[in-house]
């Protein structure tokens, strides 16, 4: 079965604080993890990883991909409240039909 | 305008009504896709078209009927739907293409409730 598990599934923080989200996932016809970002409707794209070790970073937010343990972290530093929202974390593998997403982590950031 | 766009953005509608939802995108995508999101579960992916053609049904029940007249365009022909199908159905494309296939960009989607 294809499944994309995201961990915690919400959580709560303070202005200012690091938060770490987990996406584990079994590996099938693997080509790509992504993460992408829900707020209120539309799914964002934040970043596509398809190797291991090598971070990616836009801003504040980075992640990592580890294809020998099956998983991913997502890092957000000095969160804001902008950053309140859901972030999905996708299993991509060949061809249209290969995708496959995780309930997302709710994310709430307090002032 | 840019991006992938979806009306209506909201719907109400009766379990013997007939509606149509539609997603067009402007990024010269040739494979788009209907999700349906529903509380507390992950996107389930319903329907694939790739260059035009269905590549993906995932054993969605036949009260929800696709259409895509051209790559740009898409639609979710609805007709006696039941509460349960009450839920937020987005459209979005992507680019075939090795693993550019995976970056899917969304529209807003639309929120449906089924009385």
């Known amino acids: 079965e294809d499944k994309v598990v995201q961990s915690p599934l919400s959580l709560v923080v303070h202005e200012g604080d690091t938060v770490t989200l987990n996406c584990s996932y079994e590996v099938t016809n693997f080509r790509s993890l992504l993460w992408y970002k829900q707020e209120k409707k539309a799914p964002t794209f934040l970043f596509m990883l398809?190797?291991?070790?090598i971070e990616k970073k836009s801003g504040r937010l980075s992640s990592i991909l580890d294809k020998k343990e099956l998983f991913s972290i997502l890092n957000i530093t000095a969160t804001q409240t902008g950053d309140s929202a859901i972030y999905l974390c996708v299993r991509g593998g060949s061809g249209a039909n290969n995708l496959f997403f995780g309930t997302g982590t709710r994310l709430t950031v307090i002032p | 305008e840019t991006g992938v766009t979806q009306t209506p953005r909201h719907l109400v509608m009766g379990m013997t009504n007939k509606k149509s939802l539609k997603c067009e995108q402007h990024l010269g995508h040739n494979a788009m896709y209907w999700y349906k999101q529903s509380a507390k579960k992950p996107l389930e992916l319903m329907f694939v078209y790739n260059f035009k053609e269905q590549t993906e049904n995932n054993s969605v029940p036949s009260r929800f009927s696709p259409e895509c007249p051209n790559s740009s365009h898409l639609f979710l022909h609805l007709h006696t739907l039941q509460p349960e199908d009450s839920a937020l159905y987005l459209c979005?494309?992507?680019?075939?293409?090795?693993?550019?296939?995976?970056?899917?960009?969304f529209g807003p989607g639309t929120r449906l409730t089924v009385l």
């Open positions: 979005a494309s992507s680019q075939p293409g090795g693993s550019s296939y995976n970056e899917q960009f």
């Open positions: 398809t190797s291991s070790g």
